[in-house]
């Protein structure tokens, strides 16, 4: 059982902002910035891959739905939304799960990427595999 079946089963406290049938959001314990909020769904499913379509509907919406409360009440100058899928990606906690991370300007919170330049047909030759 990961720590975030824990969490909505009440067995370790957690900041909770929101929660509906589906779904329960809470402040992550160790925020990259203030209000930093994780949406989790109620369901044991690990990753993006397992999810349902009801519970990516259900995830999505409450996503929105904190994303809007933590633009208002904090008004932040915009939000990232980042979901990591994979060790290799930077899960630590498999249960699927969405930050929501407000963000300052020249907050110098993370830099997401290093944009890259690839050849033109290594591009083509992504297309035709992905592209089915
Ligand atoms: P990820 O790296 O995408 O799997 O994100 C897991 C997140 O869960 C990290 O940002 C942790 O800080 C957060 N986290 C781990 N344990 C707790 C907890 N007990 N309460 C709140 N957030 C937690």
Redesign the pocket.
């Known amino acids: 059982m990961t720590?975030?079946r824990r969490?909505i089963l009440g067995e370790?406290?957690?900041?909770k902002i929101y929660e509906d049938a589906e779904t329960y959001a809470?402040?992550?314990?160790?925020?990259?910035s203030p209000g930093?909020t994780?949406v989790i769904c109620k369901s044991e499913v690990a990753n993006l891959y397992e999810l349902s379509d009801a519970d990516l509907i259900a995830t999505a919406r409450t996503t929105q739905r904190v994303g809007r409360v933590l633009r208002d009440v904090l008004q932040p100058d915009g939000i990232n939304v980042?979901?990591?899928n994979g060790a290799a990606?930077?899960?630590?906690?498999?249960h699927y799960?969405v930050?929501l991370i407000p963000r300052w300007e020249n907050d110098g919170v993370f830099a997401f990427w290093q944009p890259q330049s690839l050849a033109k047909e290594l591009m083509q030759e992504l297309q035709t595999k992905l592209a089915n």
């Open positions: 720590i975030f969490i370790i406290p957690s900041y809470f402040l992550d314990i160790s925020p990259a930093h994780l980042v979901q990591n990606a930077g899960q630590t906690v498999f799960h930050h």
